[in-house]
Nanobody, 123 residues
């Protein structure tokens, strides 16, 4: 499985962006997917996760109410809609995927990772 994250860019605080994670391979529709982010000088952290069929979603406390993860298996794509962006959301955002291993929020829950897309929020 190969993942390609896109949609990052420069946005003002309070604005919105939608990230996309496009995947190759027919098994993608069977995989759980997560979004993570890494800010400069910080460890990579969990942002949101979604089950293979979209029936379960999870968001970190820092983005709950502002970000929404969703997926379209017909398009082999997972989205992260980000609203009310803050300067502290500035980071490289990565998508990751794997067969569900019992969790969504840890790096070790995923084997396949995309290359990352940079989100910069100006205050």
């Amino acid at each position: 499985v190969q993942l390609q994250a896109s949609g990052g860019g420069l946005v003002q605080a309070g604005g919105s962006l939608r990230l996309s994670c496009a995947a190759s391979g027919r098994t993608f529709r069977n995989l759980a997917v997560g979004w993570f982010r890494q800010a400069p000088g910080k460890e990579r952290e969990f942002v949101a996760g979604i089950s293979w069929n979209g029936g379960r979603t999870f968001h970190s406390d820092s983005v709950t109410g502002r970000f929404t993860i969703s997926r379209d298996n017909a398009k082999n794509t997972v989205y992260l809609q980000m609203n009310y962006l803050k300067s502290e959301d500035t980071a490289v955002y990565y998508c990751a995927a794997d067969f569900w291993r019992g969790g969504y929020s840890l790096n070790r829950d995923y084997e396949y990772w995309g290359q990352g897309t940079l989100v910069t929020v100006s205050s």
